[in-house]
């Protein structure tokens, strides 16, 4: 049974920063894709930031390009998601997702293990 278990998520003021983990038991994310996404209160899954399993290749979405990095360490199986001078409008639960797609995918439909959610609410 595959599962992913999302870490690292909590409250923090505006400017701050957050570092989230993402882990994988019966699987490892060294092969494959990763995805981050978010849900806001009443508002829809986005895709926040993709990489890929084949060539490290990324992608953000504009609103977070500058102020979050994703990141894999395959030797650990981990994912990583770097947020940096967070705003209130980033307040949502963040989910990862793993993928075997060869590239960073931004579907939530190229995704086929997610995590739980952990819920990052920035506010002063």
């Known amino acids: 049974q595959v599962q992913l278990m999302e870490s690292g998520g909590g409250l923090v003021e505006p400017g701050g920063s957050l570092r989230l983990s993402c882990t994988a038991s019966g699987v490892s994310l060294r092969d494959y894709a990763v995805g981050w996404f978010r849900q806001a209160p009443g508002k829809e899954r986005e895709v926040v930031a993709c990489i890929s399993n084949s060539d490290g290749r990324t992608f953000y979405e504009d609103f977070v390009v500058g102020r979050f990095t994703i990141a894999k360490d395959n030797t650990k199986g981990t994912a990583y998601l770097q947020m940096n001078s967070l705003k209130p409008e980033d307040t949502a639960v963040y989910y990862c997702?793993?993928?075997?797609?060869?590239?960073?995918?931004?579907?939530?439909?190229?995704?086929?293990?997610w995590g739980q959610g952990t819920q990052v609410t920035v506010s002063s």
């Open positions: 997702a793993a993928g075997t797609l060869p590239y960073a995918a931004t579907q939530e439909r190229d995704y086929d293990f």
